[in-house]
T-cell receptor, first 114, second 114 residues
Framework: DQQVKQNSPSLSVQEGRISILNCDYT??????FLWYKKYPAEGPTFLIS?????DKNEDGRFTVFLNKSAKHLSLHIVPSQPGDSAVYFC?????????????FGKGTRLSVIA | GAGVSQSPSNKVTEKGKDVELRCDPI?????LYWYRQSLGQGLEFLIY????????KSGLPSDRFSAERTGGSVSTLTIQRTQQEDSAVYLC????????????FGSGTRLTVV
């Protein structure tokens, strides 16, 4: 059973508009969440993270929102650029429960159309 | 080296043969992780090594899979008697222990079992 779920396998957005990628989790022990970005033939690279003590973290065009009660987080990219086209993975960790490895979702393929 | 290096980048093998996949982590990183991404799936955790502790093998899908990490550095993932369902991209990551956003991934080995 998937502990981290990304229910949208793909998303298409026009350049300049907002991209919203969603992620749900089931394990209440998760207290640290991350987004990774993956281009074809490359490994995933860290994008942005959020601790469970916060509900928002912003880094330039990227903002991650966390709703703990709903066990839901989202990644907002605004404005979207063609170079943002990639697969985005949501990941969760429970660092306060020991050094457990990251649990990843299945990913959402974002296509930004010029 | 500057990044995580994996070899080979591509491997085609016949069903029933054994394969070895290699990972060179970032120097000084004490934690090393193996994940795989099958077609249409997310990043599936396989095994991780942390310092001198016993590895967490809880993600290995069968006893045909094994991994070792020699001298706290290079790791080898071995798949014996490969099956077609083993076809996937095998990704290695390393990090400083306890630093979840510090996962640096290699570019992966694409394994195809024919």
């Amino acid at each position: 059973d998937q502990q981290v779920k990304q229910n949208s396998p793909s998303l298409s957005v026009q350049e300049g508009r907002i991209s919203i990628l969603n992620c749900d989790y089931t394990n209440s022990m998760f207290d640290y969440f991350l987004w990774y970005k993956k281009y074809p033939a490359e490994g995933p690279t860290f994008l942005i993270s959020i601790s469970s003590i916060k509900d928002k973290n912003e880094d330039g065009r990227f903002t991650v929102f966390l709703n703990k009660s709903a066990k839901h987080l989202s990644l907002h990219i605004v404005p979207s650029q063609p170079g943002d086209s990639a697969v985005y993975f949501c990941a969760a960790s429970a660092p306060n429960s020991g050094n457990t490895p990251l649990v990843f979702g299945k990913g959402t393929r974002l296509s930004v159309i010029a | 080296g500057a990044g995580v290096s994996q070899s080979p980048s591509n491997k085609v093998t016949e069903k029933g043969k054994d394969v070895e996949l290699r990972c060179d982590p970032i120097s000084g990183h004490t934690a090393l992780y193996w994940y795989r991404q099958s077609l249409g799936q997310g990043l599936e955790f396989l095994i991780y090594f942390q310092g001198n502790s016993a590895p967490d093998k809880s993600g290995l899908p069968s006893d045909r899979f094994s991994a070792e990490r020699t001298g706290g550095s290079v790791s080898t993932l071995t798949i014996q008697r490969t099956q077609q369902e083993d076809s996937a991209v095998y990704l290695c990551a390393s990090s400083l222990l306890g630093r979840v956003e510090g996962y640096t991934f290699g570019s992966g080995t694409r394994l195809t079992v024919v």
